[in-house]
């Protein structure tokens, strides 16, 4: 079976990165329909935009390269930016694994599997 490809997107402002994405199959063999991604952004450039506009590309790069749906296996529920950001580009939570993440401020905290569909 020929798995879809992945890959890496910059975000650039006046010739400095802002931000990346890696995005690609979630699973190999038969999950490797279902896309995944992780997304960073220069901390000094956060809340301007970027993630945004990198999520918003990554749904069409996934949805031109035929994935039917994305899934984010590790969304942790104290990060608040995150959560709002994917949920207001369609994604749902799916559940919350408890405990899972040690946070180093808010110690033991819940990881979220966030899922839409393209
Ligand atoms: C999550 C991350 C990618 C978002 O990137 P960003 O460039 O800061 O995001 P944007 O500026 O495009 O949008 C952030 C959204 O969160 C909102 N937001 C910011 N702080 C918030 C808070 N405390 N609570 C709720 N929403 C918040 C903003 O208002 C904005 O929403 P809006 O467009 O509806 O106004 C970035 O913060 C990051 O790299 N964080 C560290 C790594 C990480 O968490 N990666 C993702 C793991 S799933």
Redesign the pocket.
């Known amino acids: 079976m020929e798995e879809p490809p992945g890959q890496t997107v910059v975000a650039e402002s006046d010739g400095v990165i802002?931000?990346s994405a890696k995005m690609g199959p979630n699973r190999p063999g038969r999950g490797s329909h279902v896309a995944t991604a992780?997304?960073?952004?220069?901390?000094a450039?956060?809340?301007?935009?970027?993630?945004?506009?990198?999520?918003e590309y990554v749904l069409d790069w996934c949805r031109r390269e035929g994935f039917t749906s994305i899934q984010?296996n590790?969304?942790?529920e104290s990060?608040?930016?995150?959560?709002?950001?994917?949920q207001?580009l369609g994604f749902r939570i799916i559940g919350t694994v408890p405990e899972s993440f040690d946070h180093p401020r808010h110690g033991l905290v819940g990881m979220h599997v966030?899922f839409r569909y393209l």
């Open positions: 802002a931000g992780s997304f960073l952004v220069d901390p450039r956060q809340g301007q935009g970027t993630g945004r506009a990198l999520g984010f590790a969304v942790v990060n608040a930016p995150a959560v709002h950001l994917w207001s966030m």
